[in-house]
Structure formats: C-alpha cells, structure tokens
C-alpha cells in the first residue's frame, strides 16, 4: 500500500504563492498518474491538478487554471503543486492522491490512494 505524505501549506496572505509536496512511499511511483484535490469547509471535494506517469499531459481545474502548476519528480517520488496569485477562496484541505492508472484523471473516483492532506488558508 502506497503512502502519501504532503507538505507545504500554510497560511498566506492573497496574491502570495505556496509549493505543496507530496512524498510517495515504494517503487511504483513513476507507472502513476497523481492528482491534487482540494475540500473547503461544508463543500464537496474539489479537483484541483492532475498529471501523467511521465509528466507529459497535465490537466487544472478552471478555477485554478494560469495560476496553479503540477509537476512531478519520478527519481525523488514526489508530485508538486505551485500555487501562484493566492486568493481566498483558494483556502482549503489540499489533498495529494495516486491514481489507478498512468494517465491522468480528474474524476476522484479514479485515485485509489489518497494522503491526508495539508491546510492551506488564504487572508484577505
């Protein structure tokens, strides 16, 4: 069983920046595709990111679309989430998550492992 284990958050003020870190444990990591969700208070999970075993396709969610970056480094086990021009309503429980197959998805049902997630808080 996969372990996921996320970094990076934190509280910022709008317009700032953050990285998120998601460490994966095992030797598998390169034949996944990995995603980032997103779950604010009282709302429903979010897709946020998602990229390929290889890192070429990538895909955001329209609300963090020219703002957010995925990437992924296969030799170090670990997907990455820039995230540029804050806002708040990007406040959230940040989620890393594996998905079932090299490509990727944005549907949540195709990740099968998920980490515990990190708290980004965004100021006005």
């Known amino acids: 069983q996969v372990q996921l284990v996320e970094s990076g958050g934190g509280l910022v003020q709008a317009g700032g920046s953050l990285r998120l870190s998601c460490a994966a444990s095992?030797?598998?990591?390169?034949?996944?595709?990995m995603g980032w969700f997103r779950q604010a208070p009282g709302k429903e999970r979010e897709f946020v990111a998602a990229?390929?075993?290889?890192?070429?396709?990538?895909y955001y969610g329209d609300s963090v679309k020219g703002r957010f970056t995925i990437s992924r480094d296969n030799a170090k086990n670990t997907v990455y989430l820039q995230m540029n021009s804050l806002k708040p309503e990007d406040t959230a429980v940040y989620y890393c998550?594996?998905?079932?197959?090299?490509?990727?998805?944005?549907?949540?049902?195709?990740?099968?492992?998920w980490g515990q997630g990190t708290q980004v808080t965004v100021s006005s």
């Open positions: 990229i390929s075993w290889s890192g070429s396709m990538t």
């Open positions: 998550a594996r998905s079932n197959s090299p490509i990727a998805t944005i549907t949540s049902g195709d990740y099968a492992s």
């Open positions: 095992g030797r598998t990591f390169s034949n996944y595709g």
